[in-house]
């Protein structure tokens, strides 16, 4: 006896109107949104464990949310004589966003046969605290763009934004931006280079811009919880505390981007290429502050506390040709990163726990360091028996270390027989990768067609959830390929590629299973992505047919990939830290396209 019945509603609207007030002067208006309702009941009978259990449940949600958008722009565009042209832009933006859903959960039903229909009938009900997520965004706008003799481009514009995300004191931050071009190849003394250089354009630009996707809608409200206890004359009561402290001095998040670049076309278009050299600085960026348990604070506020520093280098270069019957283009790209945490304020390192909750600290924010630093214990491969016999080793949680067990390399003096601690940890990986580079090769010959895209990184690190790194992790998950090359009394190499293994309930598991460069990952790849090859039927066959085109093509992806892991070898070299996924699947679809 089980009942599930939804009822959705939702109803769409949008409108774009432009007035031509004169010939220089056009009005735009842009409105549009949407409302959503859902009512959801939800029935177990007694024939259900959960309506057994409760004498009849019924769940009832409501949901309400809606969304709209108004965009006032007003736009002037006029001639500047035979210098070049000037247009203008001016407006006014609004977003509403609204949700709100509402639960009530009825049991101990004296009466079955209403079903879905019958909370009245519940002789308990409860009131779920509502989940609610309004926020607004008001903007002003503007932006003037100038083009002198088609030789000199520069823009100018600035961003007014307020959020509801903030405290009224708060919510307002005003972000200009600034860009300008020279195209150098038109100038006089360029003249007689004409028959080499097409294009040759040099660009600078600074602008800025606020970021609140990491802000809560509510982030600088108190927060309370009503988990705590606290004696009154020696009597226990039950009270609410202060979980999380008001911030009403919660700001924008801003990013400032300085972009100087060179365009070029050479030959007629036969080869082109662009270049760029970036610093972006993020400040005020939101993180959850370092509170001491002393406070008694749960859940730490959230603060404009950190700087970012990411610069470097961005270079794409595309060669096009024909040859008799055969076309080609060629392009490759590369792109350089170096980031940098270069204010944490007064915070010390902040620490923070990949593995939900499995206690093995992973990642590490500290100044002069990069994003996504790995944080963990530095190894010296696996002690051997001969070192473990003379006391040349060093005791981890308790434990003696086993020959066969992880070396770990204590960051401070310490004798043969000491304590490893938490303050012998180091950084051993990052991954963020140093570089990123791309090729793409495109051939065309007669009907016949082939392409071809790879993509590849370097100098990136990647580390798993600890369940898919140990065998027996809980005594239950499965065992990987790469398990086999562990230490073992057949294979004691001190360099195998994983250590000792124990069973799930022995300590030097716990040992082996601390947060180590043994559990990070080498994720330097290169992978074709895509390689496609086509023909086109040629058209007075496709004619007959009643067709306008008609191509056969087989596709392939992930067909081949170089990897710079020789430990794992079977997870994604594309992965994200976190979750192992499988090598990436191959592919291979046979497909036509058609055309009438």
């Known amino acids: 006896d089980y009942v599930d019945l939804a009822d959705d509603k939702t109803f769409n609207a949008s409108l774009d109107l432009t007035w031509k007030i004169s010939k220089f002067l056009r009005y735009n208006l842009r409105t549009g949104g949407n409302i959503n309702t859902n009512e959801r009941k939800r029935w177990y009978g007694l024939e259900l464990y959960q309506g057994m259990n409760n004498q009849g449940y019924l769940a009832i949600s409501n949901l309400d949310k809606s969304n709209y958008s108004v965009e006032n722009l007003v736009m002037y565009n006029t001639k500047l004589g035979s210098w070049g042209n000037l247009d203008g832009t001016v407006g006014m933006t609004y977003e509403d966003y609204n949700f709100l859903n509402k639960n009530v959960v009825g049991t101990k039903f004296s009466v079955m046969e209403m079903r879905e229909n019958g909370m009245h009938m519940a002789g308990s009900r409860e009131y779920q605290t509502p989940i609610q997520k309004d926020y607004q965004l008001l903007s002003y706008l503007g932006r003037v763009n100038i083009n002198l003799f088609e030789k000199y481009l520069i823009t100018a514009s600035i961003r007014a934004d307020g959020s509801s995300k903030f405290a009224k004191n708060n919510r307002w931050g005003y972000f200009p931006s600034f860009s300008m071009g020279w195209r150098i190849s038109e100038e006089p003394f360029m003249k007689s280079m004409r028959h080499i250089i097409d294009n040759l354009k040099f660009r600078v630009s600074y602008g800025t811009l606020g970021n609140i996707n990491n802000v809560g809608n509510y982030d600088y409200f108190q927060n309370y919880s009503g988990t705590g206890y606290y004696s009154f004359d020696d009597t226990s009561a039950k009270v609410i505390k202060e979980s999380k402290p008001a911030n009403p001095s919660l700001s924008w998040e801003k990013v400032a981007l300085t972009d100087i670049g ?66 080609y283009m060629v392009s490759a790209n590369i792109a350089t990163n170096n980031n940098e945490i270069t204010d944490l ?14 206690g093995v600290a992973k990642y590490i924010l500290r100044e002069g360091e990069s994003i996504g630093s790995f944080y963990g214990f530095e190894s010296d491969g696996l002690y051997t ?75 990136a690190d990647v580390a798993f959830e600890v369940y898919q790194v140990h065998p ?16 073992s009394e057949e294979n004691p190499n001190p360099h195998a590629i994983y250590p000792r293994i124990y069973t799930a309930s022995s300590p030097h598991t716990t040992y082996n299973r601390a947060f180590n460069d043994y559990h990070v990952f080498d994720a330097d790849y290169f992978r074709f992505k895509t390689m496609t090859i086509g023909y086109n039927i040629p058209r007075n066959i496709v004619s007959r047919l009643g067709m306008s085109s008609l191509k056969v093509y087989l596709t392939g ?30 592919s291979l679809a046979l497909g036509v396209n058609v055309s009438f």
């Open 345 to 358: 304020s007064s915070s010390n390192d902040i620490i923070n726990n990949l593995e939900n909750g499995h």
């Open 557 to 586: 992806e992930n067909l081949f990939t170089i990897r710079a892991d020789h430990k794992m070898k079977d997870f994604d070299p594309e992965a994200t830290s976190s979750t192992v996924r499988a090598l990436g699947s191959k």
């Open 262 to 327: 060179l365009d070029f076309d050479l030959w007629n278009g036969k080869l082109s290429g662009t270049a760029d050299y970036y610093i972006k600085n993020t400040s005020d960026i939101l993180l959850a502050y370092n509170v001491p348990l002393e406070t008694g604070i749960s859940n730490a506020p959230s603060q404009n506390v950190a700087k970012v520093r990411n610069r470097g280098f961005e270079f794409a270069l595309t060669h096009r040709n024909t040859i008799g019957e055969v076309s």
């Open 472 to 487: 027996f992790f809980h005594g239950q998950d499965n065992p990987r390929r790469y398990h086999m090359g562990r230490w």
């Open 385 to 459: 028996q001969e070192e473990i016999d003379a006391g040349h080793y060093y005791t981890y949680g308790g434990v003696t270390p086993n020959a066969g067990d992880t070396k770990f390399v204590p960051q401070r003096e310490l004798d043969w027989g000491e304590e490893i601690t938490d303050s012998d940890r180091t950084i051993i990986g990052c991954e963020v990768p140093d570089f990123t580079y791309g090729i793409n090769l495109s051939v065309n010959y007669k009907n016949f067609e082939f392409s071809i895209f790879g993509q590849g990184i370097c100098g």
